[in-house]
């Protein structure tokens, strides 16, 4: 069950790995909201230019990107046809019912498919350099304020990075009950769907089972290490804002700046 | 055969490179190898849950190839049973009996004929009575793993493959669970295929033993010639079994053997008579 890419780290040495997972994220939700001030092609292209510059400078290869799409595929692609045919004006090259390609649909459907794939891309890349763990950190770090409020931030991004670190663990776990069930005469791909329904039944048992035993090994052993929640507690690995953070959001600021002097 | 996880990804990874082998009816045959040199990928083609890339393999007349639909694989997943690494994964019915008697309700039989089954292989593996309306869960590690073989043994298979069986059981229970094997082995005429780190099983109990290394077979053997080449075993950083080890180290300091004993027993029945000698010498 190696397939979902989204969410796996590349292990890497580049301008892309050593930025501060704040600033990585920060960055990539900046880009996320920037994506849908983009209603050209001229703004299309200069984003597109810029997630290419930073796919390149995390010196990994583009099929890895490509493979990030993949698994939405179908999602996009329903989008984009809703987009094309129930999108009125400019020329009309056919007409079915309710259904109507016209220029503008066309175009659309084209923006629609960039604007998906421009976030995946970002978001794969965010994943492909940062580790969970760092993820993690960074999220607790970008919240801290909210502790203000009462917002139980460290506790939320212990969850996160516990949840993280499990969910490998956890397919992997799937896949071996599988195949002991599969050997045990299951037969997970066929019959109808009660009957489908029914052979989930010795997957997740134990699957619970075990993530439960796991859950509470993972409690113990925190426990006798002395855990004793956030309160004074410092971190082994430190994030430290460099220039080089610094100089990556002030770019992406001069391609915001950009994006509004493009857009019409 | 060879297998390719995760082809055509830039995760593709060889684990089973060109290997070719043949394994005898009722044998007893060990794989060894270290942890990530194929011994599981290798096992999981055996009963079809996995196939090969390329190449075919032949199991009691099934032939499995590259294009083999899974379809085809329901009569030789019950011919071969698979008990994989720590196997009481798998357990989730409400009590052990219902439990065994899973797979026969799988492959077809009725509800009562599952049960009758299930008390059997319960007995063969030495599940005591009282433990048979319980919930799994509450069992022991070794008595949850006893079940699970049952299980497993409850589709009467013809061949038992086992993938490290043994692995975090104490002395006691790795012994005890390796003396059922030679008891299906020797009794009920199985067919065993044994992945093990333990020497001195492969030793004491195999007749036939490959060695995997980075997805390669470099050895296809017997127990007796395969410790009897302690370097080639080190080279590839293989240990030798205790009994063999310490006939070695003696054979170093003096003490020639035609071939070096595999078992407790070969060892004792090769030095007594010499003790006896020195017995005499010295008194
Ligand atoms: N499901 C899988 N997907 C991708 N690679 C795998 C998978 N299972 C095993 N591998 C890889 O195949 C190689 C052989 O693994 P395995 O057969 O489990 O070895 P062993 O059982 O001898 O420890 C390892 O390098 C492992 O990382
Ligand atoms: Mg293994």
Redesign the interface.
């Known amino acids: 069950m ?1 397939k979902l890419l989204l969410g796996r780290y590349l292990q890497g040495n580049s301008f892309v790995h050593r930025l501060d997972p704040r600033a990585k994220m920060i960055l990539c939700f900046y880009f996320v909201l920037i994506v849908f001030l983009c209603n050209n092609w001229q703004t299309y292209l200069l984003l597109s230019a810029t997630t290419l510059l930073c796919a390149v400078l995390s010196k990994i ?1 583009l ?2 990107f490509i ?1 990030g799409v993949m698994p939405l595929i179908w999602l996009i692609l329903f989008t984009v046809l809703l987009q094309v045919f129930f999108t009125r004006g400019g020329t009309v090259y056919w007409q079915f019912g309710p259904l109507t390609l016209t220029q503008f649909g066309l175009l659309n459907g084209v923006f629609v498919f960039c604007r998906f794939v421009l976030i995946i891309f970002m978001s794969t890349l965010l994943t492909l350099t940062t580790p969970p763990l760092a993820i993690a950190d960074a999220t607790e770090s970008l919240m801290a304020p909210l502790k203000k409020i009462k917002v139980p931030v460290h506790e939320i991004s212990l969850m996160l990075s516990i949840a993280l670190r499990f969910v490998p663990t956890l397919m992997d ?1 799937t896949t ?2 599988m ?8 037969d997970f ?2 019959g109808s769907l009660v009957k489908r329904i029914k052979a989930v ?2 997957l997740l ?2 699957l619970f ?2 993530a439960l035993t796991r859950a509470e090994d993972l409690a113990t052993a925190m426990e006798a290490r002395g855990y004793r929640g956030g309160e004074g507690r410092t971190k082994y690995r430190r994030q430290i804002w460099q220039l080089k953070d610094t100089v990556s959001l002030v770019f992406f600021g001069l391609v915001t700046v950009g994006l509004i002097f493009l857009r019409n | 055969m060879s297998h390719t996880y995760q082809v055509g990804t830039p995760l593709e990874e060889v684990a089973v490179k060109e290997v070719s082998f043949e394994i005898k009816n009722q044998s007893f045959t060990a794989i060894v190898g270290h942890t990530g040199s194929g011994k599981s990928t290798l096992l999981q083609h055996l009963n079809g849950l996995l196939k090969p890339t390329s190449g075919y393999l032949t199991i009691n007349g099934h032939k499995i190839t590259p294009e083999t639909k899974n379809k085809e694989l329901g009569d030789l997943r019950q011919e071969v049973g698979f008990v994989f690494q720590f196997p009481e994964a798998q357990l989730f019915e409400e009590t052990v009996l219902k439990d065994i008697a899973f797979a026969p309700k799988n492959f077809g039989k009725s509800e009562a004929e599952a049960l009758e089954i299930a008390r059997e292989k319960a007995k063969l593996v030495k599940l005591p009575e009282a433990v048979l309306e319980r919930s799994p869960f509450e069992l022991s590690g070794g008595q949850m793993r006893r079940v699970a073989i049952a299980g497993i043994l409850a589709m009467s298979p013809k061949i038992l493959v086992l993938d490290e069986p043994t692995a975090g059981l104490d002395p006691v229970g790795r012994f005890e669970m390796m003396e059922l094997f030679k008891q299906l082995h020797q009794k009920e005429g199985l067919t065993i295929i044994l992945v093990t780190h333990q020497m001195n099983d492969v030793a004491n109990y195999a007749d036939h033993v490959l060695v995997m290394e980075e997805g390669q077979l470099i050895a296809d053997t017997t127990s007796k010639e395969l410790f009897s080449d302690p370097s080639w075993l080190k080279a590839h950083h293989l240990s030798l079994p205790q009994t063999t080890d310490f006939a070695y180290q003696l054979q170093q300091r003096g003490i020639s053997f035609e071939t070096l004993p595999l078992t407790e027993h070969e060892l004792a029945r090769f030095l007594a008579p010499k003790l006896n000698q020195r017995g005499k010498i010295d008194g």
């Open positions: 190696g290869k099929s890895y493979k776990e071996k009950i195949n002991a069930q599969r050997s045990r005469g299951v791909s066929e039944i010795p048992i134990p089972v075990s």
